[in-house]
């Protein structure tokens, strides 16, 4: 695939995964079970617009795997894709697809199997709680959009809690975050990205490091730390759990305190790294 500038999450719950990432292993597409129900989030809102699905690239193959994949939480045999009008092009290739579509409206969920909308576009309370219950009821979930746009408009410390996807997400353990990445490609294979893309894996098992309860290389404690600290400096604290669980890390791991003498090097120390961010 190749993309434009493209949105990165922090995944902060158990049952949330990446299944694309960029160079640096942030991830820029992700996945999560919620409830009966699945959801799966792009970076992009052209991965499912306009030229995208014409394209001979895998942006068609990646829309029919998703779709597929979500449907699946429904358990129908036909089930039904609802998206807002503006995804015509989605919709018409959905249908040469064999897939039963129709039109709704914002958060309009009776009748469907599997809702397809903007994260950009911005739901009343009652709606975003009307999305949360449909996933957790059996739905599927597809949103796409740039979150590092929005943030360009109204500033990076309001994405967490009040970019729109974000407000029917959070819960579901996906987070769109203020940055972007632009890869030359975007290169999906049969190989799912590491287990420790998700910050609150990374975080459970460098606590089990620090509890010598499981015993981490220095090559994989840079890996976890990278996703763990991308949360601790994205993530507000009205997210309580993760908070929860980052305090418990720190009271295994002890304090820091860097110097001249002693400085902070993730190269050499990743882990204290997740300290000083979370002090």
Known sequence: IKPGYLSTFVLHKRKAFAFMVDATNQPIGAAARFGKGRVAVLPHDSMIGGGALKATDGRPQLARNIISWLSKASGKAKPVVGTLSKYSALQTFLKAEGWAVKSVGAAKLSGIDVYVTSAQDKHTPAQSQAIVDFVKAGGGLLTAGQ????????????????????????????????????????????????????????LQVATLHMRKLAKLS???????????????????????????????????????????SKPLVRAKVPLAELVVALD
């Open 147 to 202: 979150a590092w746009w929005w943030a360009s408009q109204n500033g990076n410390s309001k994405v967490p809690l009040v970019y729109p996807a974000n407000t029917w997400l959070n819960p579901m353990g996906i987070t769109y975050t203020w940055y972007n990445t632009a890869p030359d490609k975007v290169e999906l294979g049969l190989k799912a990205p590491h287990p420790w893309t998700n910050a609150w894996v990374a």
């Open 218 to 260: 220095l090559a994989q404690r840079v890996l976890a730390a990278g996703p763990a600290s991308v949360a601790l400096r994205v993530l507000p604290l009205a997210f309580t759990a993760f908070y929860t669980d980052a305090a418990t890390f720190k009271k295994h791991h002890g304090p820091v305190v860097p110097s001249a």
